[in-house]
C-alpha cells in the first residue's frame, strides 16, 4: 500500500502574507479531515476546505484533487478542493483519502512551467499546499502520514 503526503515550508524570514496563507492551507486541510466520518460525503470534504479558505479571501485550485490512495499512489474517488455538501461520493470504514488543499492567494487557476512537472499560480501570486493521507475509522479519522 501507498499513502500521498506534502507540505509547504517558508525559508528564512517570510511576509505576514505568506504565514497567514501557510496557516490557512494547514487549517483548511484541518477542515477537511473533520469531515472524514462514516456518513458523510465527498463533497462535505470539498465544501470545508472550500468555505476555511475563501472565508479568508483566498482561492482554491480547480484543477487539482485530494484522491483515494491504497494500492495505488492515485484512485478514486476524486476530492476536489471545492463542492457542495451532502453530494459526491459517501464515505465508509476503511476508505483512504489524500486530501490536498491548494491554496492561492490570486486567481484560483494554475499553469504548469516547461519542466512539466512545477506547478505555478497563473497570475504569479502566492500559493501553498498540505497533504495527508486520512483513513476513514469507526472513530475520529486516523491521519496515516504523521510520523
Known amino acids: ?28 486541510l484541518q477542515a477537511g479531515i473533520q469531515k472524514m ?39 478514486g474517488p476524486q476530492v476536489p478542493n471545492y463542492g457542495k455538501p451532502g453530494t459526491g461520493v459517501p464515505l465508509r470504514q476503511g476508505m483512504t483519502i489524500a486530501l490536498e488543499p491548494m491554496v492561492l492567494v490570486g486567481t484560483h487557476a494554475t499553469r504548469v512551467l516547461a519542466d512539466q512537472w512545477t506547478v505555478v499560480s497563473s497570475d504569479g501570486s502566492l500559493t501553498a499546499h498540505f497533504e495527508h493521507s486520512v483513513a476513514v475509522t469507526a472513530g475520529d479519522p486516523l491521519i496515516l502520514t504523521v510520523p
Open 1 to 28: 500500500y501507498v499513502a500521498d503526503s506534502a507540505f509547504t515550508a517558508g525559508v528564512g524570514e517570510i511576509s505576514s502574507q505568506a504565514r497567514d496563507l501557510l496557516e490557512v492551507t494547514q487549517g483548511a
Open 37 to 75: 466520518r462514516i456518513g458523510n460525503r465527498t463533497g462535505d470534504i470539498s465544501a470545508a476546505i472550500q468555505q476555511h479558505v475563501e472565508s479568508r479571501g483566498y482561492h482554491v485550485t480547480r484543477e487539482y484533487t485530494g484522491h483515494g490512495v491504497g494500492r495505488q499512489m492515485h484512485e
